[in-house]
């Protein structure tokens, strides 16, 4: 028992607080959740050791005040300053991610993912085996590593850390979820009711409520021709990792929490603001054989709106802003 009634009562929390009206986490079975395993992969996922030229780390393209992303349609922070080819996704809710991660699901799970930015020659760009032996040099991290995983630092270890960490970043504690919770004095205006009302309508059957995603892959009708194989197949999207055509031009939908300050928008960065997404819906949609049926409804493409209803739509989103979650001391350096 702990002489410090702070600690007492930091023992008593749960590591991970899931909303009521949120279904059960990805409960990772080689990887459970401790409270020293968090706060290592917290350490190290803001400290700057883990590329390779001690320059750039974790949080340099997911930035915590902007819900886990950078701001930039298209990332050149890494180690080269070259250009990325998609847009830095926000990291919120992960512990709900169970049908891959990145745009196009190339990956499986948080600790195989940490893997591609770590050695990426554009982003991180670290050896692996020269960041263990820079980690077990320095004591407080052979302490850490030792708390978290009773071993010494190793590379499984290091993205099993980050992966905890990430799965504690939940946003839950919107204007919104305060009102749908039935919270005293939280309100929606009329005109952000009416944004509901037509996000159920128009926007849910992707962006399903209450994690604003369905975690699966859609055509949103950004693009026509799929041809171009450049960059790994990454303009691609699902079909880079299938090698199915019907996943040509599919790409992961995102969380619409926070979309307030998570601009730009889409997996290539290409609309710089609210407006800019909904006119695309409204009257932007390209047709391919892949786009998704709630986009083509019998030939008509997209989703009609007048400027009043995509400025209610805009009034509800605005309502997932979580500051609560934005400003939490845990979440950041």
Same mark, same amino acid.
């Given at each position: 028992m702990s002489c410090s009634g702070t600690d007492d009562y930091?023992?008593?929390?749960?590591?991970?607080?899931?909303?009521?009206?949120?279904?059960?986490?990805?409960? !990772?079975?080689? $990887?459970?959740? +401790?409270r020293d395993?968090?706060?290592?992969g917290k350490k190290l996922f803001f400290d700057t050791t883990? !590329?390779?030229? $001690?320059?750039? +780390?974790c949080a340099s393209c997911h930035l915590p005040q902007k819900a886990f992303t950078d701001g930039l349609a298209l990332s050149n922070l890494g180690i080269s300053g070259n250009t990325l080819h998609r847009n830095s996704p926000t990291l919120v809710n992960l512990a709900w991610a169970n049908n891959g991660l990145f745009w196009d699901g190339g990956s499986t799970n948080l600790e195989s993912q940490a893997f591609a930015p770590l050695a990426h020659p554009d982003e991180m760009f670290q050896n692996l085996n020269q960041l263990v032996q820079e980690l077990k040099s320095n004591a407080t991290y052979v302490s850490m590593f030792e708390k978290a995983f009773k071993q010494e630092v190793t590379q499984s270890g290091i993205v099993k850390?980050?992966?905890?960490?990430?799965?504690?970043?939940?946003?839950?504690?919107s204007?919104?979820?305060?009102?749908?919770?039935?919270?005293?004095?939280?309100?929606?205006?009329?005109?952000?009711?009416?944004?509901?009302?037509?996000?159920e309508q128009f926007c849910f059957s992707c962006h399903t409520s209450p994690l604003f995603t369905d975690n699966l892959y859609h055509n949103n009708g950004l693009d026509s021709d799929f041809s171009d194989t450049s960059f790994e197949g990454m303009l691609q999207g699902r079909f880079r990792v299938t090698n199915n055509v019907n996943d040509l031009g599919k790409f992961k939908t995102p969380t619409l929490r926070n979309v307030e300050v998570t601009a730009p928008y889409m997996h290539d960065g290409r609309f710089s603001t609210l407006d800019d997404v909904l006119n695309h819906y409204?009257?932007?949609?390209?047709?391919?054989?892949?786009l998704d049926a709630s986009l083509n409804n019998s030939g008509t493409l997209g989703i009609p709106l007048t400027s009043s209803e995509k400025a209610k739509i805009i009034a509800f989103l605005k309502t997932l802003t979580d500051n609560q979650f934005l400003n939490d001391t845990r979440f950041s350096e």
């Open positions: 930091q023992e008593l929390q749960p590591l991970v607080s899931v909303p009521d009206n949120f279904p059960p986490y990805v409960d !990772s079975q080689t $990887n459970p959740l +401790s395993g968090i706060a290592l883990l !590329s390779g030229n $001690n320059a750039v +780390s850390a980050l992966a905890q960490f990430q799965r504690t970043l939940i946003s839950s504690n204007r919104f979820d305060k009102f749908i919770r039935n919270e005293s004095d939280v309100t929606m205006t009329d005109e952000e009711l009416d944004g509901l009302d037509l996000a409204s009257s932007g949609v390209v047709n391919s054989p892949t």
